[in-house]
């Protein structure tokens, strides 16, 4: 026999010992509880199986219980439950959209890369560099130690007198250092500085080039880049480099005199 679900108007079709009194059915597509054998006044529409039509409408289809499993049909609270609850057709147009919004913001990304890298990389987290070793500031001087200075007067035959002060500057890193510069500063009774002067370490002249070479000669002689190369760079832990500077004509009232490391390099990282 056919029963319509009063709420929805969808038949189903049960077998007709189903239809007893009190029994009650709860319809898969809307859930709406109601008895099989319904008043009169509801017009419930009972037919036979030749009556059943299938040309209706796809709101009326017709749900048939299936043959020999009548447990199927039980649902809650003692109702039978007509028939399988009709599946949603999924629709392709959610994934077409979210593909294209990935789409769009990978060229997006893709383009900022090319055009405007340094943009992109100020919102990156910045690589931490594997360094090997201890770590040292450049032009980190804290533990170039110097020693053996000393300081003296000489005449020389074409400037005059001249005032020297030389020395060691011993590397006290644990790494290589190279072109290490010192600086040297005059001062008066008063502790007041007059002059100063920095030289890069690595050249040095002889006693008898003090007394004989002219200004020039000299200050070419101390600065030689050769020297200076081959003395001052790379300069390993515990070595020491040897450091001369030279004041041409000294100021009258010179008391004492001061030496401090100004710079100290890393070797380039090979």
Not at 28 to 37: A, G, R, S
Not at 55 to 72: C, F, K, L, R, Y
Not at 148 to 174: C, H, L, M, P, W
Request: net charge negative; with cysteine.
């Amino acid at each position: 026999m056919h029963i319509t679900c009063p709420n929805c108007s969808t038949k189903f079709s049960l077998p007709d010992e189903m239809f007893k009194d009190g029994a009650q059915a709860r319809c898969t597509v809307c859930d709406e509880v109601f008895p099989l054998i319904q008043p009169a006044e509801h017009n419930v529409e009972v037919e036979s199986q030749e009556e059943i039509s299938f040309s209706e409408s796809p709101e009326m289809e017709e749900t048939i219980a299936p043959d020999g499993n009548m447990d199927a049909l039980i649902g809650e609270e003692g109702t039978f439950g007509l028939g399988e609850p009709k599946k949603k057709k999924k629709s392709g147009k959610g994934c077409l959209v979210f593909f294209l919004i990935l789409l769009l913001l990978g060229g997006a990304c893709a383009g900022a890369w090319y055009f405007a890298p340094e943009l992109v990389n100020r919102f990156l987290p910045m690589k931490e560099k594997a360094q090997s070793g201890p770590v040292t500031v450049a032009n980190d001087v804290s533990r170039i130690s110097l020693k053996n200075i000393s300081q003296y007067y000489i005449t020389n035959e074409k400037i005059g007198q001249i005032f020297v002060i030389e020395g060691d500057a011993e590397n006290r890193f644990g790494v290589p250092k190279e072109l290490i510069k010192v600086e040297a500063t005059l001062y008066d009774a008063n502790n007041v500085a007059i002059v100063a002067k920095q030289q890069l370490a690595g050249s040095s002249v002889s006693l008898f080039q003090l007394q004989v070479l002219a200004k020039e000669e000299l200050a070419d002689a101390l600065n030689n880049k050769v020297e200076i190369l081959t003395n001052n760079t790379n300069v390993m832990p515990t070595k020491s480099v040897h450091f001369m500077v030279v004041f041409y004509d000294p100021p009258k009232g010179v008391a004492e005199f001061g030496v401090k490391v100004v710079e100290a390099k890393n070797p380039p990282v090979q």
